[in-house]
């Protein structure tokens, strides 16, 4: 019985490219699952999509897992399939598949498709999706050897992505925004953990400082817990601490972008 | 054999809130099927979402529909799960699912989903569609018992959700906007039995006014029985009446927003 | 066993129609596959839609090819199913089907779905997809035979889509913008082999100009050849010359719309 893919990527759902790569994994493993983990990730970002991977695996059935935010398809990039215990990456070597292989457990093998026997020919130089990944894909799904899908590599010459490490002090964090979701709220670089690190409680008032706004906030459990309208700090789904407006947007009304300095510190009493 | 899971949000398709629930259900429910009737509903908005789950149910298969429009997420909102004939639907108690159970028949059963032993531990305060509905969508798919989803629950004591009623006077209707599609096209809360009963024909003109705008219309059978960029009534898909400009967009042309009032009258000749 | 549908159309993902279409499917032909090709193309658009049907079409399975982008929907046109070879092609007869036909080999049989014994009783005037191409894909794909699904009509009678065509002289290619994709990427009527005919090699230089911008560009391989910023022209995945800008928008850059007339010439050494 074939695995499961899921499959992330920045392809959006205006064009046709997401639709071609299911109908060639059809083509090739037919009957095999395809679960779209999302496709309107931000065009050619990669650390917002590398931790959005990194975050939905743990909920992803094991088997293949097929991204691609792809900004060097063509180029010298190596294309990759790592194993990483019973959970199979592929995609570009651009850091991407990098945290979600670390929280899958390490890699234990890598291999390099730039060759790979697998590649629908003629290998297209601008979607390698279709043309590399997405057969990639569905021949390891049917159980074929990862060693048959390339050259072997290093695992240690893999392209590695920097993730910004937050500051912890007594009574303040500086912090990063990692990602940013449709409803405006926006992930930390760092955990509830961080915060009880700096002596901030949950239930206490903070402030949050970007370079150009200033604000208190809740540190609350919910959106339900802020008013309308007010902005809270929250652990999210994935352990983060994260921001957000209850029924609001948090990136408007503090001008959060990727990667903003955000400083919070607990509130004179 | 598991039964079908169907599935509507307002998570939108950007980020992995829709691919994360898919994979939790896949791994609790390996291979049942998921439809998506629609992720990209506006954020928050209870009403919309209602009526779109009540107009596409005939449409879907029987089985499990689970809706996940939930603005007090983590709050003390009931999650809920209801037996309505052959149909369970899984969802907040925020109104949302009340339209949809009517069309189907009516409730049977209701369970509150609070503490139940389905639950994905830990249960976030953020992300029920993750921890609690998938999961219990998943399990009923699979032919588990509804009363061991949770507590059982009065059905008269869930939220209720208003729905707006048309006023129908000879020559005249005083009806709101319910639904805006892609189009621009827009759902009244009225029926074109209920042009009938105001003496309005198809075929006939009619004049349209909202509270900042008036035109002429066609109450016409389909788009293209109105010139292009001709504003028209007409009995929509689902039987309610609709107001589109062929080929172009109501919502702007005649400033239309969800609730909007609209009077539609008799044209004099 | 069930041939495989490919569904394309112009309902986006916000409405439930895409949706309602997929419970018509699975109601009618359970366990069916749906792959979805894009659902988000140009509002009422026939080019791009045929276009894009066009290109995806010998990366999806044999079956069934569901399209609908429909802004003649219930009036005149006819609803059509056509057999290519082992391919079977549903939708709208204005010439939405004609390319993806041609590419398939040609039309071997055409129905005509006006008065289809498949049809959903009672069928709307404004939501075919869900009415009558559902319901008629879903037959064909559990291999009910065509002459049972309308009326024959000949392929002759069909509507036909007209296509632009390139004007290839020494050293220049008039050309027209056929397709934009969510990364601004444009995709030209014609060939990598239309440019080699002009005596324009792959490693040049080449000038760009439409009616209001001109700009200079590298004819190169993929984008990644290109600086970042900087305009090139590629023969995209699909055979066609295509404009990029690396990791920026050709479309915005060149002011470039769906038909923008687009002269590429050798630039002077």
């Known amino acids: 019985m074939p695995s499961t893919i899921s499959f992330l990527s920045d392809y959006g759902h205006d064009d ?58 063509g180029g010298e990039r190596r294309p990759l399939a790592l194993r990483c215990g019973d959970r199979l990456l592929v ?46 894909a569905a021949r390891l799904a049917l159980g074929e050897p990862l060693d048959r899908a390339g050259e072997k590599v290093d695992p240690g010459a893999l392209v590695r992505l920097e993730l910004p490490q937050p500051r912890v002090s007594q009574g303040a964090v500086d912090a990063r925004v990692l990602y940013l979701d449709r409803f405006g709220n926006a992930q930390l670089n760092m955990s509830g953990e961080q915060m009880a690190e700096a002596g901030i409680e949950p239930g206490s008032t903070i402030e949050v400082e970007t370079g150009t706004r200033a604000g208190v906030a809740r540190y609350a459990r919910t959106f339900a817990d802020a008013a309308e ?38 509130a004179e009493q």
Chains 1, 2, 3 share one sequence.
């Open 16 to 73: 046709e490219f997401v639709g071609v790569c299911h109908g060639v994994i059809e083509l090739i493993a037919p009957g095999v699952r395809v679960i779209d983990i999302a496709h309107g990730l931000p065009r050619h970002s990669i650390r917002p999509a590398a931790v959005v991977l990194r975050n939905a695996l743990p909920y992803l059935p094991a088997g293949v897992h097929l991204a691609v935010v792809d900004p060097g398809v």
């Open 229 to 266: 309208g007010e902005l809270l700090a929250y652990v999210d789904s994935y352990g983060s601490l994260a921001l957000a407006v209850n029924r609001g947007d948090a990136r408007a009304q503090l001008g959060l972008e990727l990667d903003t300095a955000v400083r919070i510190m607990r």
């Open 91 to 136: 995609g570009p070597d651009n850091g991407l598949l990098l945290p979600a292989a670390e929280r899958a457990g390490g890699i234990e093998q890598a291999v390099d498709l730039s060759a790979s026997p697998w590649r629908l020919e003629p290998v297209s130089a601008t979607f390698h999706g279709r043309d590399v990944f997405a057969p990639v």
